[in-house]
T-cell receptor, first 111, second 114 residues
Framework: KNEVEQSPQNLTAQEGEFITINCSYS?????LHWLQQHPGGGIVSLFM???GKKKHGRLIATINIQEKHSSLHITASHPRDSAVYIC?????????????FGAGTRLTVKP | EPEVTQTPSHQVTQMGQEVILRCVPI?????FYWYRQILGQKVEFLVS????????KSEIFDDQFSVERPDGSNFTLKIRSTKLEDSAMYFC????????????FGSGTRLTVV
C-alpha cells in the first residue's frame, strides 16, 4: 500500500476554475511538502506544512494532522498552472530524511 | 533567489560505465539529498548527507552508488557501473534544516544508459 495517495490522478480544468488536489498519507509525519513539476522535469517546492494553512498568491495549502490529509487549492487557475503537483511527506520519526512521494496529479488548465 | 544547480542536464552513457552527477547546493544549506525518478514513476529518495557523511539511505542506494562533497560547494552522486535500469531523472536538493526551512530542488539530470 502506498504511504502517500493523491487524488485525482489527472485533472483538466478551464481557465479561471477553482482547483483542489488531495493528499492522504498513512504515516506520522513531521512535515508535508507540495511540489510542482513542470513538463521539462524540474521540481519546485511550493509549500512545506506541519499544521494549519499556508497561502502564496493564488495557491493555498491546508493540512489536517489528525485526519492525515492535505489539500492544495488553486484559485483562478491559469494555463501556466499546468504541471504535475506532487505531495511528499517527511516521516516523523527521529532523524528520518526519507521523504515519501505521492504519484502526482497531472493538472491541465485550458484557456 | 538562490538555486540548486545540477550538471549535466542530460547524460548518455554506456552500460557498465561510471557516471558522476554534480550538484551545487545553496551555500548556507547543511542537508543535501539525491532523489531519482524513473520515467512515468514517482520520485524516490536515494540518500541524505549531513556533516560530511551519509545520514540516511534507501534500499535503492546500494554499493553501486556513492556520494561525496569533495569541496565546500559541490555534492556529487557517483554510479560505479551503470545498468539499464539506472536510466532516470536524478534530482539534487538541499535544505537548511531537515524539513524546517523547506527544500530547494535542482532542475535534474536526465541519465540515459544504453
Amino acid at each position: 500500500k502506498n504511504e502517500v495517495e493523491q487524488s485525482p490522478q489527472n485533472l483538466t480544468a478551464q481557465e479561471g476554475e477553482f482547483i483542489t488536489i488531495n493528499c492522504s498519507y498513512s504515516v506520522g509525519i513531521s512535515a508535508l511538502h507540495w511540489l510542482q513539476q513542470h513538463p521539462g522535469g524540474g521540481i519546485v517546492s511550493l509549500f512545506m506544512l506541519s499544521s494549519g494553512k499556508k497561502k502564496h498568491g493564488r495557491l493555498i495549502a491546508t493540512i489536517n494532522i489528525q485526519e492525515k490529509h492535505s489539500s492544495l487549492h488553486i484559485t483562478a487557475s491559469h494555463p501556466r498552472d499546468s504541471a504535475v503537483y506532487i505531495c511528499a511527506v517527511l516521516p516523523g520519526w527521529y532523524n528520518n530524511n526519507d521523504m515519501r512521494f505521492g504519484a502526482g496529479t497531472r493538472l491541465t488548465v485550458k484557456p | 533567489e538562490p538555486e540548486v544547480t545540477q550538471t549535466p542536464s542530460h547524460q548518455v552513457t554506456q552500460m557498465g560505465q561510471e557516471v558522476i552527477l554534480r550538484c551545487v547546493p545553496i551555500s548556507n544549506h547543511l542537508y543535501f539529498y539525491w532523489y531519482r525518478q524513473i520515467l512515468g514513476q514517482k520520485v524516490e529518495f536515494l540518500v541524505s548527507f549531513y556533516n560530511n557523511e551519509i545520514s540516511e539511505k534507501s534500499e535503492i542506494f546500494d554499493d553501486q552508488f556513492s556520494v561525496e562533497r569533495p569541496d565546500g560547494s559541490n555534492f556529487t552522486l557517483k554510479i560505479r557501473s551503470t545498468k539499464l535500469e539506472d536510466s532516470a531523472m536524478y534530482f539534487c536538493a538541499s535544505s537548511d534544516h531537515r524539513g524546517v526551512g523547506g527544500y530547494t530542488f535542482g532542475s535534474g539530470t536526465r541519465l540515459t544508459v544504453v
